[in-house]
C-alpha cells in the first residue's frame, strides 16, 4: 500500500515490493539528468533554532484563521476555496500536486447484507456518477487534474494513455449507470421499483450502501454528500459512516473486508507525485497489500484472503493485474518499451476491475506568512514541511510556529506504522531520509552515501561470489550464497559520509545500523513462524527485502551488493539495489533509520506479546499497536533496553556474519553503549524517536488541548554538504494556453503558448524549448499523438495529421519542460470534419494554470514531461518521441525504484517515501 512509490504508492504503500519507489529517478545513463535552474545553496544545519507544531485537530477552518491572524506562520494543509478568499494579500501561495482523490471499492461478499459492489459490472458504472467534474471545478475550485486511473499529472499518465483511452468518453450520466446496474443486479435477483423515488432491494430487505464518511476532511466530507445523493439516484439506500483517519486505520484497512461495515471509501493520497510512478500502480494489485481485495498472489490489505468471497471474474481481473505487478517486483523486462506495455495492461487490468476509482489529482494551494522565509515546495513529498525546507526555511526570530490538521493519526514504529500523511511530514525533521527528490522533476539522488554500478544484466547472468553472504531468514542466521548464484545488478555503496554522522543520543552511526535494518526485516517478513513476523509489512516491503540476494564487506564503510534489481536506466538500478539495505526507510512511512538498538527493543516488545507492528496485526489479535510515543510503550521499550544494556546483548544474526566475513559489525561493549544512550535519551525526552536528523524531538504532547510537538535544532547535525545541488533548485509550474475551434480539419494548426511561473511567485514567462504533446483520442483508441518544441517566444504550431478519420475526438495537449514534470492536460472535445472549415468565429480559448476547469472556457494546466531532444516545430510521428519515451520508460524505472525501495504514499493520504505507499504510504 505504500503503495508507493516507491510510495510511496496509501498509501503507504506502494507497488511496494521490490521497486524502490523513487518516484522519479531520472538520473540515468540513458537521459541526461536536467540541469537545476532557480539552484539556491543547501546550509549544512537547519537555520531554524525551534520548531513549535501544533495540532488542530482537523479544524482547518481555525487554522486558517491563526495563520490569517499572524498566530502561526503556516498551516500545512491545502486550503479550501473558501479559506483561500480569506487569507491576507502578500502570502505566500503554492501549487503542488498535493493529494490523488479516489475511491476504494468493497468488492466482496460481505457478511453484513447484500454487497451490489461485489459485481465489476456494478462497480464499474460508479464511473458516470462520481462526477469529476463537480469534484475538481467545486469541491477544489478548479485546482485539479480529473483523472480515471491512479495516474494524473505525471509522465505516467502518457504511458498509460492506450489503457485509459476506452473509457476517456465517460461522463457523468445516470441513464447510463442506471441501465448497467439494472442489468447486472437483476441476474442477480434483486428487485427494482420503478417509481418517484426509485428503489433497489433484495430478499424483500433494501439494497443499503454505505460510505465511510471522512468528517474530518472538508473537501471528501462534502463529496461524500454529493456521491450519497448520486447513488439514491439510482436507487440506492445510502448510509453515512462518519469517521476520521484515525477510525478509519482500523475500520477500514485494519479489517478484513468480508466483515467490513463500509461498501465506499472515499481516499486520499499524497506524495503521489512521481517522474516515473510504477509504484503507485499498486493500487490497482492485491500483491501490493494496499487493496481491499484479493487475488491468487496477494491478500486484501497485505492480510485478509477473501477470494471465496470475491466473484471470479473480479478475481481474475486482479490477477492479471497482480501477474504485471510481479514483472515489476521483479524487473522482468529488458527494455522501456517492455515495461510501458506492462504498465499500461496493469492499468487496464486495475481500471476494469473498479476496486479502486479514480477522482482527479489535486493542485490545493499551500499557504504560509511572509515572515517564514526560504521555504523549499517539493511536488514529491510536503510542499511546506520536507525534509530540504527543515534545512532552508527560516525567520527573523529563529523559531517558527506551524500548524498542522494533526501531529499523528496512527502508530508511530517504523515497521509497521507511520501509515498516516501527518506522521511522516515531520518524521523527515528527526530522521533524516537517505534519499531525496529534487524538487520539481522528482529525480533522487542519494543523501551522506553513493554507490557504483560493476554490472547490470537483464538476464540475470553475473555471477555472486561465493565469498557473499546473505540472511538466512528461516534460520535466523548468515550463510554464504549459494554456488553458482546469479544476480541482475552489481553495486558497491559507499557510506563514508553517513558514518561520520551521530545519533541523536550521541552514538556514531555504523554500518551495524544499516544491516540490523535488513536482518530483522528478514524476520518480519520472510519467517511466518517467527515471533515478530507481521503479515501486513510481509506483503509491503517483503519483496524488496528479497531482491537483495547477498554481499560483500570492502571494507569498513562499503558493501557489494548483488540483486535481481534491473533497470535500463544504470543509475536507477543502482540506486535501487543499494537501497535495499535500507530495508524499512523505503517501503515504510517513517523516513529515515534509527538505531539498531531501537529496532532490537521494539522486537522484544513484538516478540514478548506486549505489541504487534501493524494496525491490521492489532486488529486480530487485540493488542497495542507499537507506537515510539506512546508512554506504555515508551517505559516497555526503556525497560528491554536497560536490560540489554545489563546483559550487554548483541544480536545472535551478527555473531554469524562476523563469522563468515571476519568483519567485526558491533561488539558487546558498543551494544551496551548504545542501549545506554538510548535509555538516557528516552529519559530525558519521554519518547523513542531517536533519529539522525536536523531536528530533536524534545517534547511530544499528544493529549493536551491543543496538541503540540517540538523541534530543537540538533547541534550536531552537519549533513547539508552531502547533499547534491541540484536539491536546491527552486519548482516552477507550467501553464498553456491555445484557441481551440469546436471543429477542426486535417491538417489545421493550432498555436500553442508554454508560459512558466516559478512557484511562490507571480511572474511568468515564455517557456522556450518547452516539449508540447498533442494527442487525439477517437473510438477509444489514441489515434494520434506527437511531440512539438516551442519557440524562444514560448509559441509552437501544432498541426493535425491529414491521415485521421472524420469524428469526433478528445485533444489534449500536454507541456512539459526539462526543469519541471508535473502534466496537467489541457483537454477539449473537438469534431474533425472531411475538409477544411473556417471555425476560427467560435474558438474557444483555453489557457493553462495553476487549476483546471472541467466545464470548458478557462482551463488551468500545470505540466511537465522529460526533455524532448528528438522532436522538433514541425513535430513527429504518431508516437512519442524517443526521448519521451524513454523519458517515461525512465518514469517506470524510477516508478520501479520506488517500489523497491519502497516509496510510501499514504493511505487516504497517508504516507510515501522514497524507493513509492504505495504503501505508499496514505490517509491524509
Known amino acids: 500500500m505504500l503503495l508507493t512509490s516507491l510510495s510511496l504508492i496509501p498509501m503507504k504503500r506502494k507497488l511496494v515490493g521490490v521497486l524502490l519507489i523513487l518516484p522519479v529517478l531520472m538520473l540515468s545513463s540513458l537521459v541526461a539528468v536536467p540541469a537545476a535552474r532557480g539552484q539556491t545553496s543547501i546550509p549544512s544545519t537547519p537555520s531554524l533554532n525551534k520548531i513549535t507544531l501544533t495540532d488542530y485537530g482537523g479544524n482547518d477552518q481555525s487554522g486558517i484563521a491563526d495563520l490569517a491572524a499572524g498566530k502561526i506562520q503556516s498551516y500545512d494543509y491545502a486550503v479550501t476555496p473558501s479559506e483561500a478568499s480569506t487569507i491576507p494579500s502578500g502570502y505566500n501561495d503554492y501549487k503542488t500536486p498535493a493529494s490523488w482523490y479516489g475511491l476504494e471499492i468493497n468488492p466482496t461478499d460481505t457478511t453484513g447484507g447484500f454487497n451490489p459492489f461485489q459485481f465489476q459490472q456494478v462497480r464499474f458504472a460508479l464511473n458516470y456518477l462520481v462526477g469529476r467534474s463537480y469534484f475538481v471545478g467545486t469541491l477544489l475550485g478548479g485546482n485539479g487534474i480529473p483523472t480515471y486511473s491512479v495516474f494524473g499529472g505525471e509522465p505516467d499518465e502518457l504511458v498509460t494513455a492506450a489503457a485509459t483511452a476506452p473509457d476517456s468518453n465517460i461522463t457523468d450520466s445516470i441513464p447510463i449507470a442506471n441501465a448497467t446496474i439494472y442489468k447486472a443486479l437483476i441476474a442477480e435477483g434483486a428487485t427494482y421499483t420503478s417509481t418517484s423515488t426509485p428503489r433497489w432491494s433484495h430478499d424483500g430487505k433494501p439494497i443499503i450502501v454505505s460510505i465511510f464518511d471522512r468528517t474530518d476532511d472538508p473537501v471528501r466530507h462534502a463529496y461524500d454528500g454529493y456521491l450519497q445523493a448520486q447513488l439514491q439516484a439510482v436507487g440506492f439506500e445510502v448510509n453515512l459512516i462518519p469517521g476520521t483517519l484515525a477510525t478509519a486505520s482500523i475500520a477500514v484497512y485494519g479489517t478484513d473486508p468480508v466483515n467490513a461495515t463500509w461498501e465506499i471509501y472515499p481516499a486520499s493520497y499524497g506524495f503521489t507525485y512521481g517522474y516515473y510512478d510504477e509504484g503507485f500502480a499498486e493500487l490497482y494489485a492485491p500483491i501490493a497489500g494496499a487493496l481491499p481485495a484479493s487475488s491468487n498472489e496477494g491478500p486484501a490489505f497485505g492480510a485478509f484472503n477473501d477470494t471465496s468471497s470475491e466473484q471470479p471474474g473480479t478475481v481474475a481481473l486482479l490477477n492479471t493485474a497482480d501477474t504485471y505487478a510481479l514483472d515489476f517486483f521483479n524487473t522482468n523486462f529488458s527494455s522501456i518499451q517492455q515495461r510501458d506495455s506492462d504498465l499500461s495492461s496493469l492499468v487496464s487490468a486495475g481500471v476494469k476491475a473498479a476496486v479502486v476509482i479514480g477522482l482527479a489529482q489535486s493542485l490545493e494551494p499551500y499557504v504560509s506568512a511572509p515572515s517564514l522565509q526560504g521555504v523549499t515546495t517539493n511536488f514529491v513529498n510536503d510542499p511546506l514541511l520536507n525534509a530540504l525546507s527543515f534545512l532552508t526555511m527560516n525567520t527573523a526570530s529563529g523559531t517558527a510556529d506551524i500548524g498542522v490538521r494533526h501531529i499523528a493519526q496512527t502508530s508511530l514504529n517504523p515497521v509497521g506504522g507511520y501509515t498516516d500523511t501527518y506522521s511522516v511530514v515531520w518524521s523527515e525533521a528527526t530522521q533524516f531520509p537517505p534519499v531525496f527528490y529534487q524538487p520539481s522533476t522528482g529525480y533522487p539522488y542519494p543523501v551522506g552515501w553513493s554507490f557504483s554500478v ?18 538466512n531468514a528461516t534460520q535466523d542466521k548468515f550463510v554464504n550464497v549459494t554456488a553458482g548464484a546469479m544476480a541482475k545488478s552489481d553495486v558497491i555503496a559507499n557510506f563514508a559520509p553517513m558514518l561520520k554522522m551521530s545519533w541523536q543520543d550521541g552514538q556514531p552511526l555504523t554500518l551495524a545500523d544499516i544491516l540490523y535494518q535488513y536482518i530483522l526485516a528478514g524476520e518480519v ?8 513476523f507481521d503479515g501486513y509489512s510481509s506483503a509491503v516491503f517483503g519483496p524488496s527485502w528479497n531482491t537483495l540476494l547477498g554481499f560483500r564487506v570492502i571494507n569498513s564503510t562499503s558493501l557489494e551488493v548483488y540483486s535481481t534489481f534491473y533497470y535500463p536506466d544504470k543509475y536507477f538500478a543502482g540506486l535501487n539495489a543499494a537501497g535495499a539495505l535500507f530495508a524499512y526507510t523505503p517501503t515504510t512511512g517513517a523516513q529515515g533509520m534509527f538505531p539498531w538498538q531501537i529496532y532490537a527493543g521494539m522486537a522484544n516488545l513484538v516478540s514478548a506479546g506486549k505489541d504487534v507492528w501493524s494496525a491490521s496485526a492489532s486488529t486480530t489479535t487485540n493488542l497495542p499497536w507499537l507506537s515510539l510515543v506512546n508512554p506504555t510503550d515508551v517505559s516497555n521499550l526503556k525497560a528491554a533496553l536497560s536490560s540489554y544494556a545489563s546483559s550487554s546483548y548483541v544480536p545472535p544474526e551478527f555473531a554469524s556474519l562476523q563469522k563468515l566475513t571476519g568483519t567485526s559489525f558491533v561488539s558487546s561493549s558498543q551494544a551496551a553503549a548504545g542501549y545506554n544512550a538510548a535509555v538516557s535519551f528516552i529519559g530525558q525526552y519521554g519518547t523513542g524517536i531517536i533519529g539522525d536528523g536536523p531536528y530533536i524531538l524534545t517534547d511530544y504532547s499528544p493529549s493536551t488541548s491543543p496538541a503540540f510537538a517540538v523541534l530543537t535544532k540538533n547541534p550536531n547535525f552537519t549533513w547539508g554538504n552531502t547533499m547534491a545541488p541540484q536539491l536546491g533548485a527552486a519548482p516552477v509550474l507550467l501553464s498553456q494556453e491555445a484557441q481551440i475551434p469546436p471543429v477542426l480539419s486535417p491538417g489545421q494548426s493550432i498555436t500553442v503558448t508554454a508560459l512558466q511561473t ?14 508540447v504533446t ?25 498541426k493535425i495529421p491529414s491521415t485521421l478519420a472524420p469524428g469526433s475526438y478528445i485533444l489534449s495537449i500536454y507541456t512539459g519542460t526539462e526543469g519541471s514534470t508535473l502534466f496537467s492536460p489541457l483537454t477539449e472535445t473537438i469534431q474533425l470534419s472531411a475538409a477544411t472549415s473556417t471555425t476560427s468565429s467560435t474558438s474557444t480559448t483555453l489557457s493553462t494554470s495553476a487549476s483546471t476547469s472541467p466545464s470548458g472556457g478557462t482551463t488551468t494546466t500545470t505540466t511537465s514531461t522529460q526533455p524532448t531532444t528528438t522532436t522538433s516545430s514541425s513535430g513527429s510521428s504518431t508516437s512519442l518521441s524517443p526521448t519521451v519515451l524513454g523519458g517515461v520508460a525512465l518514469v517506470s524505472i524510477v516508478v520501479m525504484a520506488m517500489l523497491v525501495l519502497g516509496v510510501n504514499r499514504r493511505r487516504g493520504n497517508m504516507a510515501r517515501s522514497y524507493p513509492r505507499p504505495i504503501s505508499k504510504q496514505a490517509n491524509n
Open 774 to 798: 498533442l494527442q487525439l483520442i477517437g473510438n477509444g483508441v489514441v489515434a494520434y499523438q506527437a511531440n512539438f518544441t516551442t519557440n524562444l517566444a514560448g509559441q509552437v504550431s501544432v
Open 454 to 471: 560493476q554490472g547490470l544484466s537483464a538476464a540475470g547472468e553475473i555471477p555472486i561470489p561465493s565469498s557473499a553472504v546473505v540472511l
Open 758 to 771: 516559478p512557484e511562490g511567485t507571480t511572474t511568468t514567462t515564455p517557456a522556450s524549448g518547452a516539449t
Open 525 to 532: 517478513t520472510q519467517n511466518t513462524n517467527s515471533s515478530v
